[in-house]
């Protein structure tokens, strides 16, 4: 646990990289896990439920928990710009603005009311909610599935091998890329490259400058490492026979039958 501490403080993609290659859930079928986690999501979303929104969510952040083996702050952590961009879209949804008082509630602004009404609140909640259900469903694909794994099951369903691999590559290059710029911006900093806006303009430019020729560098590097290894033109993605296990099968069935169980109980 001591390597989940002191690695949790970095780039938020590198955390989900890392959580997916030691996640508990390692030995399941890849297909299956994309499979579940995309099925999770059509039905939170056709079903429309808040109620069945709310159990995914919960039963997606418990598995993510306990198969996953992230810690419940790393998950909220990763789970905060989402809430954020969903709580804003949300809010101007449930909320107008008008020239005279409206709605059930308002609030006196400057020349103008900000106003809502219960119907909109709760509309607004349900879209919350029911997009959070969609977004857990898709992080617990995030965090069990590494990107070579996911790449393997689009290539087993017959997406362009020019795209998996340009996925592939172009994920793990951030990583370089982003240790690169956060490299620059230490040496930057540490020459007083911060100490004003003009200043801090100018190495951010100088900083984008480098990367764009670093990042070349960094490329034909990562090229000649492959056709050193025989690239030629075709990248295989080996991926270990993980048969799919009837009790697997069974408890998505069940976890779909409590979707729609909890759906036909709490319909409107």
């Known amino acids: 646990m001591k390597r989940h501490r002191g690695y949790r403080h970095s780039h938020k993609l590198a955390d989900m990289d890392f959580y997916a290659c030691h996640s508990g859930l390692r030995d399941w079928n890849g297909c299956y896990k994309v499979g579940s986690a995309l099925w999770i999501l059509l039905l939170c979303l056709v079903l429309d439920n808040l109620w069945v929104s709310i159990f995914v969510i919960v039963t997606m952040g418990a598995l993510n928990r306990k198969g996953n ?8 952590r990763l789970l905060r710009i989402p809430i954020f961009f969903l709580a804003t879209g949300c809010a101007v949804l449930a909320f107008e603005i008008s020239k005279e008082p409206a709605g059930e509630w308002s609030v006196a602004l400057y020349q103008c009311y900000l106003y809502a009404d219960a119907e909109r609140l709760w509309q607004a909640a349900k879209l919350f909610f029911r997009a959070m259900g969609a977004v857990s469903a898709m992080y617990f694909m995030a965090l069990s599935t590494p990107a070579w794994e996911l790449a393997s099951v689009l290539q087993k369903i017959h997406v362009p091998k020019v795209f998996t691999e340009l996925m592939h590559m172009i994920y793990r290059f951030i990583f370089i890329l982003a240790k690169v710029r956060k490299t620059m911006k230490m040496a930057a900093c540490s020459r007083m490259g911060d100490v004003d806006f003009k200043t801090s303009c100018r190495t951010f430019g100088q900083i984008g400058g480098n990367l764009l020729i670093v990042s070349l560098k960094k490329a034909n590097t990562y090229y000649d490492a492959m056709e050193s290894r025989g690239y030629e033109g075709e990248m295989p993605f080996w991926e ?24 036909f109980w709490r319909k409107p």
């Open 240 to 263: 270990q026979e993980k048969p799919v296990r009837m009790w697997q099968i069974l408890a998505l069935a069940a976890y779909t039958m409590a979707l729609a169980a909890l759906w």
């Open 69 to 76: 083996r992230i810690e419940i702050r790393a998950y909220l």
